[in-house]
C-alpha cells in the first residue's frame, strides 16, 4: 500500500534562517506530488505541484521553494524565512488515473 | 496542535444522531468532488468522492449528495460517533481529470456525548 512520510512534524524557526522540509511517497511510482499551506478558517493554498523530477509548478509567488530530486521525494525550501511564513504545511500525492490528493501528516512551521 | 480550523462553523450533533455537513462550490464546470476529513493535528483523510455524473454516492456509514443545480454538496454521517469529531472539508476540481483542487475552509463536526 502506498503511504506518504513528512517530516518534521512541528519546526520552530527564527526570521532570515533557511528552511527544508521534505515529503517521500512509498508504494507508487511516478506520483504527482504537491505543497499546500493551511491557514486557520481558510481552505488549502496550493503551493506547488510536480508531475515528474524537476518538474515544478508554481502556483503563488512566495518566499518558498520546491525541488524533486527523486521521484517519490519533494522538498519545500526557503533560504530565509519571513514571519509570514508561519503556517502549517501539507504534502500530498495523486497518481495520474485517479484524482484523489492523499495527504501526509503536515509540518506546523512556526517562524519567530 | 495546528490552528486549522479555529473560526470555522461548527456543527455540533448528539453521539448516535445524523450529521449533515454542506458545501457550496463556485463553479459551474467542477465535476468532481471529494470530503475529506481532518483531525486535530494531523492531514486531511480522503472519507469518499463522487463525479458530476452522480446525484448520490454512499460508503461505510457515510454518504455523499451533489445538487448541480445549485451547485451544492453535503455530506452525510449515520449514527455519529465520537471518533467522528474533526473538520470536514469538500474540493473540487476545476479542470476535469487535472489536479488543482480548490478546498473549502471546512466545518467543525463536535460530537457531544
Known amino acids: 500500500s502506498q503511504t506518504i512520510h513528512q517530516w518534521p512534524a512541528t519546526l520552530v524557526q527564527p526570521v532570515g534562517s533557511p528552511l527544508s522540509l521534505e515529503c517521500t511517497v512509498e508504494?507508487?511510482?511516478?506520483?504527482?506530488l504537491y505543497w499546500y499551506r493551511q491557514a486557520a478558517g481558510r481552505g488549502l493554498q496550493l503551493l506547488f505541484y510536480?508531475?515528474?523530477?524537476?518538474?515544478i509548478s508554481s502556483e503563488v509567488p512566495q518566499n518558498l521553494s520546491a525541488s524533486r530530486p527523486q521521484d517519490r521525494q519533494f522538498i519545500l525550501s526557503s533560504k530565509k524565512l519571513l514571519l509570514s511564513d508561519s503556517g502549517f504545511y501539507l504534502c500530498a500525492w495523486s497518481n495520474g488515473e485517479v484524482n484523489i490528493q492523499y495527504f501526509g501528516a503536515g509540518t506546523r512551521l512556526s517562524v519567530l | 496542535g495546528e490552528s486549522v480550523g479555529l473560526h470555522l462553523p461548527t456543527l455540533s450533533v448528539q453521539e448516535g444522531d445524523n450529521s449533515i455537513i454542506n458545501c457550496a462550490y463556485s463553479?459551474?464546470?467542477?465535476?468532481?468532488f471529494i470530503w475529506y476529513k481532518q483531525e486535530s493535528g494531523k492531514g486531511p483523510q480522503f472519507i469518499i468522492d463522487i463525479r458530476s455524473n452522480m446525484d448520490k454516492r454512499q460508503g461505510q456509514r457515510v454518504t455523499v449528495l451533489l445538487n448541480k443545480t445549485v451547485k451544492h454538496l453535503s455530506l452525510q454521517i449515520a449514527a455519529t460517533q465520537p471518533g467522528d469529531s474533526a473538520v470536514y472539508f469538500c474540493a473540487e476540481n476545476r479542470f476535469g481529470y487535472g489536479q488543482n483542487f480548490v478546498f473549502g475552509p471546512g466545518t467543525r463536526l463536535s460530537v457531544l456525548p
Open positions: 510536480s508531475v515528474g523530477i524537476g518538474q
Open positions: 463553479n459551474s464546470a467542477s465535476d468532481y
Open positions: 508504494g507508487t511510482s511516478n506520483p504527482n
